[in-house]
């Protein structure tokens, strides 16, 4: 079965500080892993995604992850936070023997403090 | 391209009472998608479709029912609602059910059970 575990509801930091979202996954097949982001009111947004290509992933905003296949994670990061960083944050999982549905998170709030 | 879009943005319906939720995608995607989305929970998926003609069971399908009569729309029909159907519906569609490729989500429907 799949299944994701972000360690930490709500994270908080000071605008121009590195973000750190945490993401551990588990899997029983070599899984897609994703992380979108929600702003208040709003739909979800890809950020990026891993697809067994590169284990360190580029998204949109500066944001990147790594996949750690013998840690099971996939943490979301950023070297300086901004404001409109501000959002929810979910990490989902997805592989080939659920029917490739996607798993998520229960998510992360970050906060950005000026 | 106007993406995943959805219809009504909020709705307020008494206990017992029927409605549908309207999807549609001009991204000639196969794969579609509905999800609730509760505090703390994440997003779980209700139904998916792969295909015209085609759909299947999510996590928590009970009390909703859908159907694809064509690629772009992707009703989910509340059959009599519940207070425990009070929730944010997102419609979500991919080009295809891989796992490679991504989900794209709509703008979410707010609906209130009284």
């Known amino acids: 079965a799949q299944s994701v575990t972000q360690l930490d509801s709500h994270v908080s930091v000071s605008e121009g500080t590195p973000v750190l979202l945490r993401c551990n996954y588990s899997?029983?097949?070599?899984?897609?892993l994703f992380w979108y982001v929600q702003h208040p009111n709003k739909g979800l947004q890809l950020l990026l995604k891993y697809t067994s290509a590169a284990t360190l992933v580029k998204g949109i905003n500066g944001f990147e992850a790594e996949f750690k296949k013998s840690e099971t994670s996939f943490h979301l990061t950023k070297p300086s936070a901004h404001m409109s960083d501000a959002a929810e944050y979910f990490c989902?999982?997805?592989?080939?023997?659920?029917?490739?549905?996607?798993?998520f998170g229960t998510g992360t709030s970050l906060t950005v403090i000026p | 391209n106007a993406g995943v879009t959805q219809t009504p943005k909020f709705q307020v319906l008494k206990t017992g009472q029927s409605m549908t939720l309207q999807c549609a995608q001009d991204?000639?995607?196969?794969?579609m998608s509905w999800y609730r989305q509760d505090p703390g929970m994440g997003l779980r998926l209700i139904h998916y479709?792969?295909?015209?003609?085609?759909?299947d069971q999510g996590e928590v399908p009970n009390g909703y029912n859908v159907s694809r009569s064509t690629t772009e729309d992707f009703p989910l029909r509340l059959l009599s609602a519940a207070p425990s159907q009070t929730s944010v519906y997102f419609c979500?569609?991919?080009?295809?059910?891989?796992?490679?490729?991504?989900?794209?989500f709509g703008p979410g429907t707010r609906l209130t059970v009284t």
């Open positions: 899997s029983s097949y070599s899984p897609s």
């Open positions: 979500a569609s991919s080009y295809s059910g891989s796992i490679y490729y991504e989900q794209y």
């Open positions: 479709s792969v295909g015209a003609g085609i759909t």
């Open positions: 991204m000639n995607h196969e794969y």
């Open positions: 989902v999982v997805s592989a080939p023997n659920t029917g490739n549905q996607f798993y």
